[in-house]
């Protein structure tokens, strides 16, 4: 199967239309830096997570994670369960961040 991936900015604009951005890295990768409006998931919760918190399969979701490994699995299971609409972020935080993208990082504010 291959996983739909979508730049940075298609990702930001799917989430100014209201998509739902998942960041599935463990807990100490997203205190250390983090794309601002993503929600903190980590994979071996994410799948409970979508199921109880996005049951609409038409809803349209982001998952990130640091290069896109891990996000893309999660992405290829929501495919598998009928979410149509979601997309891995391609090369995942550690490419945001070589882009010059702003990430909000541990001691600072939302």
Known sequence: MEIPEVT?????????????????????????????????????????????ELPDHDATIVVSCLSGGRSGQLVAWLREQGYADAHNLRGGIRDWMLQGREVVRAGTPH
Do not use: N
């Open 8 to 52: 940075p900015d298609e990702a930001i604009a799917l989430r100014e239309q209201g998509a739902a951005w998942i960041d599935v890295r463990e807990q100490h990768e997203w205190d250390e830096a983090r794309i601002a409006g993503t929600t903190h998931v980590p994979l071996q919760q994410s799948p409970e997570w979508v199921l109880r």
